[in-house]
């Protein structure tokens, strides 16, 4: 069935839900092949109030602003290869869902955004758990905070990126960076020598089916009916294909909200399981192909070149 979508942004999402300043503008050339791809602050982040992305697709701004995967998002090609620079300024205590229909406005403005809901039966792969049950610990429960504790004075830092980058990183015996003790907040993926570290810290299925999507070229349904949480660290090869273009090349959305954070570094030869292997023998889960039916946003119309700030 085919629902339309208000994307000009009348009563349904509220005319006053627009960002105070931006700008919007085509991304330089990438340099001898390279290409760093940023999106900083934004609610959620430790800079609320605005929004500095460089290098950003049109499909992955139309994830962030539709709350969607890319594999829900149907249009043109160019939609992964055209890519923009954005700043932008909002009022402070914006929510995110605030923040998420100021998106849909910008597209809908400096794009010409049109698009409807559809739902289609897609290739997918299904994860569940198998025959010997799962590999992964359980989760504590988390202890109670006292009323009297005190926050961290100073930020904890960021996570290195591969070589060159790491900051006060140390390397670990696995040849990765190791995260500094007492960061939390959600769980960190580093690809180096062709291969990936995803660490998870009481992570739900859920969550796991979205870290993982991110390295695969079609949608992940969860059919394992474990409700818990669970730590484990995952070592696989990534298909970098996938990661960098049957998917976007989408970094973690900005805010974090459990979706967690990638570094990346190292160009060696290096190889490891596939991911289908890693999660098997790893895990004691299985990711098998499969078709699904899922909600699917349509793009109708939108401009390549954004109208001028």
């Known amino acids: 069935m085919r629902t339309l979508l208000a994307v000009v942004l009348g009563s349904s999402l509220g005319l006053a839900q627009e960002f105070e300043a931006a700008s919007v503008k085509p991304a330089a050339p990438a340099v001898s092949g390279r290409m760093m791809i940023m999106m900083r602050g934004g609610p959620g982040t430790p800079d609320p109030e605005r929004i500095n992305y460089a290098n950003v697709s049109l499909k992955s701004l139309l994830t962030l602003a539709f709350d969607v995967k890319e594999h829900q998002v149907s249009g043109p090609d160019w939609l992964n290869s055209e890519r923009f620079d954005i700043t932008a300024t909002m009022a402070p205590g914006t929510t995110k869902a605030q923040f998420h229909a100021m998106l849909q406005k910008l597209l809908a403005d400096r794009f010409k955004l049109t698009l409807h809901r559809e739902k289609k039966e897609l290739p997918a792969f299904v994860l569940t758990v198998g025959k010997k049950g799962p590999k992964m610990t359980q989760s504590e429960e988390e202890p109670a905070k006292k009323d009297d504790a005190k926050e961290p004075d100073e930020p904890l830092p960021p996570p290195g990126m591969g070589r060159g980058g790491r900051g006060n990183m140390t390397l670990g015996k696995d040849g990765f960076p190791e995260?500094?003790?007492?960061?939390?907040?959600?769980?960190?993926?580093?690809?180096?020598?062709?291969?990936?570290?995803?660490?998870?810290?009481?992570?739900?299925?859920?969550?796991?089916?979205?870290?993982?999507?991110?390295?695969?070229?079609?949608?992940?349904?969860?059919?394992?009916?474990?409700?818990?949480?669970?730590?484990?660290?995952?070592?696989?090869?990534?298909?970098?294909?996938?990661?960098?273009?049957?998917?976007?090349?989408?970094?973690?959305?900005?805010?974090?909200?459990?979706?967690g954070e990638i570094a990346g570094g190292g160009d060696d030869s290096e190889t490891g399981p596939t991911i289908f292997v890693a999660v098997q023998e790893q895990l004691g889960l299985k990711l098998e192909s499969q078709k699904a039916t899922v909600d699917v946003l349509v793009i109708d119309h939108m401009e390549k070149a954004p109208t001028e700030n």
């Not at 570290?197 to 870290?211: H, I």
């Not at 009916?225 to 298909?239: C, I, Q």
């Open 179 to 259: 995260m500094p003790v007492g960061r939390r907040g959600g769980p960190s993926i580093f690809m180096m020598r062709g291969k990936a570290k995803l660490t998870a810290e009481r992570m739900t299925m859920a969550e796991f089916v979205d870290q993982i999507e991110r390295f695969l070229t079609r949608p992940v349904v969860d059919q394992t009916e474990l409700t818990g949480k669970y730590d484990f660290v995952l070592y696989f090869a990534p298909d970098m294909s996938a990661v960098m273009g049957g998917r976007g090349g989408a970094p973690p959305p900005p805010g974090g909200g459990g979706r």
